[in-house]
């Protein structure tokens, strides 16, 4: 083999080696805990001082979730990077869905199992509900607001 050959061979089995790397460093970056900031870790220990273990995650690129129960149950808080509550889910039973959600998913939804259902507060005190349904291992969540009216759909 001529040097001009072995130099490019070098040069690609490298290129492969370092791309390989770079995969398994984003891999391993998804699943490193993620460390909130002070004013939003502050934050939640000033609403929440009793909770005893949070789980801290990226919601979005401006907002941090703790995931952490709650009276027993699952509950999850966003915040956003200067420490303010943009909103609080609350997992529920069937009983807490307002009239008519249950008689919603059954009409519209009649193939579908009910996976989750929860009470979604945001900062202006406003209530919706979300209700997980899946089939066949693929899920939505299909939003109403406090009186039970669908206002909308998640993929």
Known sequence: MNKTATLWLLLIMTSINL???E?????NDKDKKVLAPKMVTDAFKKEFPDVPKVSWSKEDENEFEAEFKLNGKETSATYDYSGHRKE??????????PT????FISKNHPDHKIT???KIVN?????MYEVEV???GKSKDVLFD?????????H
Do not use: F
């Open 19 to 21: 791309m390989a790397q």
């Open 23 to 27: 995969g398994r460093e984003k891999k």
């Open 88 to 97: 609080l889910e609350t997992e529920i039973e069937a009983n807490e869905l």
């Open 100 to 103: 008519g959600i249950l008689g």
């Open 116 to 118: 989750e259902m929860a």
């Open 123 to 127: 900062d202006k005190n406003e209530v």
């Open 134 to 136: 899946s089939k066949g």
């Open 146 to 154: 406090e009186k039970g009216n669908r206002i909308g759909t998640n």
